[in-house]
Structures are given as C-alpha cells and as structure tokens.
C-alpha cells in the first residue's frame, strides 16, 4: 500500500476529518435503531467501519465533481454535504426527503451536489461513471467524476467493460473500489481468481493504488494525488480502498460467513478509534474535544430525526409525478 | 414412494417447500445441482437454501460470483451438456444483466439448431414489490419474460406448487423460469394431501364463482381471494384463476371460466401497457367475446417504477380494495342482469 503516506495533520484538519466520521457513525447507529422502530423501511446497508473511505475522498473532491455511489451510500451522501435532514426524512419516505420518499436508503440523489445517487444493482453505476466523465471530457472541463463501488461489482462484466472503454478513451473517472472483503456473504478470495483488485485495473493500464481504507488520511492523500493526476495528465485512475464492514451487510443477514474474531479485530483498526488515538497521541486533541464532537452529531442527528418524523408524506396523488421529466433539460 | 407420513402435512412455509423441492430434486438425480449468488455459506438470500450446503456440498450447492451473465450462461451450457442444473438469480431485477443470455441462448438453441440441441435449465427467480425496496428491487418482468418463445414460464403461487412445481420444471427438456413472489416466502401453509406432483400446462381455479372471473397469478393470488371473500359478502360470487403458467397460457381453462361468468379482471402486478394482462385480455376478445358481458377490466401496477415510500408502494400496487372495486364497477356498469 504504497500511496499511504503521511501528511502532516493539523489540529483543527484532524477534527474535521474526526466530526465528519463520528456524523455518519451515529447517523447511522440511529438509523439502525430507527429500523427496529420501524420508521426505516426496505433495504439499510450500513457503512459502520468504513467511514474513512467516504470522508478521505469527499475532502479531496471538489464541488464540481461528479460522484457516483452504490446502496451503501449514507456515507458518501452526508460527507458529500448533503444535509442530513434531507437524508433522513429520504429514509423515513417523506416529501422533505432527497427523492421525496421515492429513492429511500439505496437511491439518495442532490443533482445540485452532483451526487449521482445510490445505485442498488451492483456495478450498474460504473457505465453511467464513464458517461458522466465522458461529458466532462467533451466539454473541457477540470472536473472529474468519482465513481464508488464494492469488491462484489469486480465479478460484473460492467466494471470490465467500463474500466477498458475509460481508458482506451482516457476518460477522466476515479474508480474507488471499497474493498470491505466480503459480497454479501461470499469473501472476495471465494468469487475471485486473482484477489490483487488494484491489480485488475493496471490489466487495462489505468494507474492503480491500494490505499488503507481505514486510514482517513491515507485516503484523502491518496484520492487527491489521484484526482490531481486526471485533471492534469487526463485519464482515468483506481484506487482500491482497503476496508471492512463491521455491521452486517443489511438488516436481515445472521453473519454465518465470518467470524466474530474476525470483526473484532479489525474493529481495532477502526477509522474513529484509530484517528483519536493518533491526534491523542500528538497532543493535538483531547477526551473533551471527542465529547465535543459527539455531542454535536448527537444534536445534529436528533434535529434530523425530529425534521423526518414531522415532516408531511407526498400525496399518493402525485405518485405517478416525474415518470418523465416535467422540466426542459 | 412410500405413502405421506401424518407430519408431512403439518404447516410449512413456501420458503420451506421450495427448499424441499430443491433437496428432493439433488437427491433424487446426480445430474442435478444449485448454483447462484449466495446460495451457499449465506444461506441465500432469502433464506431458502439454508443448510443445502452442510448437506450436499459444494459441488453442488456452487456460490458464484456477481456474474449473472456468466453463471445463468454457465447453466445453459451445462444443461446442453445433459446436466439439470438450478440456477437461482436472486431477484428478476438483477436477471437484466443475464438477459442476452436467456433470451439470445436458452430461449433460442432447440429452434435454432432444428432440434438438434435443448436446454434443460431451471432458473429460479425471487420477483416482485411490496417490501418497500423501491424501483430496481422491485420488478415484477415475469410477464416479459413471457413474451419470448422458447422459455416457459412458471409461477408457485401456493405451497403445493412451492413444492412440485421445481420437479415438473427439471423434467422439462426446456428452459424453465420460476418466479417466486418475495412476499411468498414466509406465508404457511400446509400441503394438501395425495398431491405429490403438479404440471406445467394447466392454470387452476383456486376459488369457485358465478358472477366474474379473476385471472391473476404470484402474490396477487391472495389479494383475489380476499377481494373475493369482500365480494361474496355483498352477494357477487367471484371465481378465482390462478394462471401458474405464463407461458404457454392455458387458454382453455380461462376461456371456459369467462364464458361461465361472463366478466373477467384482470390483476396482474405487471405494468399495465404491453403486458401479460394486455395478452389475456386479446385471448379473450379473440376467443370469447361475444359472450362476455362487459368489456374486460385490468387491475395493474401504476406505471411508475416501484416508489420506496409505503404509502406510495400501495398506491401504485393491484390490492383487494381495488380488486373488488373493479368487480363492483363492471357490474353495476354493465347492466349484466
Ligand atoms: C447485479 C446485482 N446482483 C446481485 C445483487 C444483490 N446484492 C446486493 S449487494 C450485494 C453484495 C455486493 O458486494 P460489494 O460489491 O462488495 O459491496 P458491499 O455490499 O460489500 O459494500 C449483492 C450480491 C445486486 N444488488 N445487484
Ligand atoms: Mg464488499
């Protein structure tokens, strides 16, 4: 893991890249107890473990690139900027939500952020990856589009198919592979003949990294190294995110593929526990500024819960709205 | 075969009665197998393989990976090759990505090499909303599937057909696509006794009537029965039709039904625009219109991808209350006394 060095951490760089993890941790320790109150329904794949993945990258990413993510998206939606009251109300099914209730948990969108949404077919967003990078190729800009997926979609032949027409056409896309081991139940060592998935990449000559996704800091360098190489030499690159999901892969999997030693001992390489101890370490923060932090994604996440649940349903009437576009394009 | 023991009537889930049909299938024929996403450690997604593995192993239980067109086609070449392979593709939605494979090979090789080739496979497929998984979770493509000649096209809507319906399937020299409702798997039931095997031709009246005849078949089975039961109250007798096969429809059994009823609905959560309810109901007007009394009604999904919201998911799917409201209007409206 090569692109992992270290940049020098700041006190208040730290912090941010800390209250950013510890939102989407307790947004989504809320939603998980939401669901068991039912007030989240369908499909809720959490990102418990891997929030160094999203928050490195969106640090690195500017606002006029395109993001393309999967269902497990929360994550990548909130470090986006997206606001949680909008993310929430989207997971309770209401009007005030992303897709005004349409989308839920999988299939959260913000076209003014660029967010390309969650989509829930593995691999199905990388085709529309290159789409959305050929357009910024096309039209010169210095955006690129940022496209995340998961070890799963490496087996689809969408993601061979993409990642060779995103070279041979040079188009300006970063692949994010969140390497978290596992495909539902299937370990990636059991689905894949060579289990080197940066390696994949380099077959079609794309440039391509293993990071330690569960180093915020790697990440973000890593992504910024990466991203500044596509706006400045063009092309695509890769990055495969070396991470693990602690939670179970949605809310109705009994986990009889893994061991818990297994989870409890990457949980020790945790991201949040991880980027405490080290700031810790450096005396650039302390226990108070932790409790800080939490207590404000407490309050954060409490106003969003308190928006959703008081927030109106769209009309059944209007169910049959935006089937086609109701505005000029 | 030895005779029924009393418990095998004992109450089961659709879920277990599939799981049956596949353990009974592996033991009773070694060129038989399950393959899918899943199938194996997980336990499927679903749940409906759980412990197929501990029992027959991992040749034969296969977990493959996220390759739905090389594994559903991987299915097809063992077939050719003589095996009766099971391939499940965990829902319709994520049969997209197999479809060149399905509809360009399996549904075309007998006919297009003069009958020289055929593809036994049975592919196994969980379709359908109602448990808020919003648009690309929630296909009900079954009637699509029906549209492409070469496939046959089975729907186990009750615990009888959960439990036969696989065995008809692998005897079968064709491509066999199962649709198993999502809403399905947990429902219980028991299996009626002195069935130990079902068809593939025939569609069933799963409930008698007079005064109009519901066709539907999967999930919307029950929504029929209930409006039926809401009908009878108010003195409309409804019979139900459960289609089980898509394709090749059973036109004498519909036929008959309407031509005694003289009304039919038609309730399919399929859209509604170039659908299998569009396909029934030309069957009808080509075969029995003079002695329909009323134009045929539909009950369909909006055409909406599927919403995640509750609210929006039962508005756009067919339920009971619509069901029976349809049966209500056509009635009154027709003036069928
Ligand atoms: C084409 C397709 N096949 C199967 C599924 C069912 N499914 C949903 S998530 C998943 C596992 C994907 O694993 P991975 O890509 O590693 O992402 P992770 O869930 O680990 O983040 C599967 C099999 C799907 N959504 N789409
Ligand atoms: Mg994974």
Redesign the pocket.
């Known amino acids: 893991m090569s692109a992992g060095t270290e940049v020098a951490l700041t006190r208040e760089h730290g912090l941010e890249l800390l209250r950013e993890m510890m939102r989407i941790r307790g947004f989504e320790d809320r939603c998980y107890q939401l669901y068991g109150e039912a007030k989240i329904r369908g499909f809720l794949?959490l990102y418990n473990g891997e929030e160094a993945v999203a928050v490195g990258a969106m640090r690195a990413l500017r606002p006029g690139d395109a993001i393309v993510s999967?269902?497990?998206e929360h994550g990548h939606a909130l470090a986006r900027g997206i606001p949680m009251n909008k993310i929430m109300a989207e997971l309770f099914g209401r009007q005030t939500g992303c897709s005004r209730g349409r989308g839920g948990s999988m299939h959260i969108f913000d076209a003014s952020r660029r967010f390309y949404g969650g989509n829930?077919?593995?691999?199905g967003g990388l085709p529309i990856a290159a789409g959305l990078a050929l357009a910024q190729q096309l039209q010169r800009q210095s955006d690129i589009t940022a496209c995340f997926?998961?070890?799963?979609?490496v087996a689809?032949g969408e993601f061979h198919e993409t990642l060779n027409l995103a070279s041979i056409w040079k188009l300006p896309v970063l692949f994010l592979c969140?390497n978290?081991l596992?495909?539902?139940g299937t370990a990636l060592e059991r689905a894949q003949a060579e289990t080197d998935i940066a390696a994949k990449a380099r077959a079609y000559r794309i440039e391509s990294t293993a990071v330690d996704g569960m180093d915020v800091s790697s990440v973000e360098h890593a992504v910024n190294n990466a991203a500044d190489k596509i706006r400045n030499q063009g092309g695509p690159a890769f990055l495969e995110m070396r991470t693990y999901?602690f939670r179970a892969?949605s809310m109705f999997d009994p986990q009889l593929y893994r061991e818990k030693s297994e989870i409890e001992a990457w949980r020790k390489k945790g991201p949040i526990v991880t980027l405490t101890t080290r700031m810790k370490a450096l005396g650039l923060m302390t226990e108070e500024d932790y409790r800080r932090l939490e207590d404000d994604a407490a309050s954060e996440i409490d106003a969003a819960v308190q928006f959703a649940d008081s927030s109106p349903w769209e009309p059944a009437a209007d169910l049959e709205r935006f089937v086609y576009a109701e505005r000029a394009s | 075969m030895p005779s029924a023991p009393p418990e095998a009537q004992a109450r089961l889930s659709y879920r277990d009665a599939v799981r049956e049909a596949i353990r009974c299938a592996l033991r009773g024929d070694p060129r038989t197998f399950l393959m899918g996403?899943?199938v194996g450690r997980y336990g499927g997604s679903y749940a409906v393989s759980k412990g197929l593995l501990e029992e027959f192993g991992d040749e034969r239980i296969r977990d493959t990976p996220?390759s739905?067109s090389a594994f559903v086609g991987a299915g097809i070449g063992a077939a050719l090759a003589g095996l009766r392979p099971i391939v499940e593709v965990?829902t319709v939605n994520?049969s997209l990505?197999a479809l060149d494979q399905i509809v360009n090979n399996a549904a075309t090789l007998s006919h297009m090499s003069g009958g020289q080739l055929n593809v036994p496979v049975v592919i196994r497929l969980a379709t359908g909303a109602g448990r808020q998984l919003a648009a690309q979770h929630s296909h009900s493509l079954e009637g699509w599937y029906a549209h492409i000649p070469g496939l046959r096209i089975a729907v186990p809507a009750t615990i009888d057909d959960a439990r036969y319906m696989l065995a008809a399937a692998l005897e079968s020299p064709d491509p066999v696509l199962l649709f198993e409702h999502l809403y399905l798997y947990n429902m219980e039931g028991s299996l009626t006794p002195g069935i130990e095997r079902v068809d593939l031709e025939h569609a069933a009246i799963r409930r008698p009537g007079r005064d109009v005849t519901l066709i539907t078949y999967g999930w919307s089975l029950y929504k029929c029965l209930e409006a039926a039961t809401t009908l009878a109250s108010e003195g409309i007798q409804a019979e139900v039709l459960d289609l089980r096969t898509l394709r090749p429809l059973d036109d004498a059994t519909i036929v008959s039904s309407v031509r005694r009823t003289r009304h039919a609905v038609i309730v399919d959560e399929g859209w509604r625009s170039g659908s299998l309810s569009a396909e029934v109901t030309t069957r009808l007007v080509e075969q029995a219109f003079y002695e329909l009394d009323a134009p045929v009604a539909r009950v369909c999904t909006a055409e909406v991808p599927v919403p995640y919201a509750k609210h929006l998911e039962e508005t756009a799917l067919p339920s009971a209350a619509r069901i029976a409201s349809a049966v209500r209007e056509m009635l009154t409206r027709g003036g069928s006394a």
């Open positions: 794949h999967t269902y497990r829930a077919i593995v691999a997926f998961g070890d799963g979609a689809e969140e978290n596992y495909a539902m999901r892969h | 996403e899943d996220l739905e965990m994520f990505l």
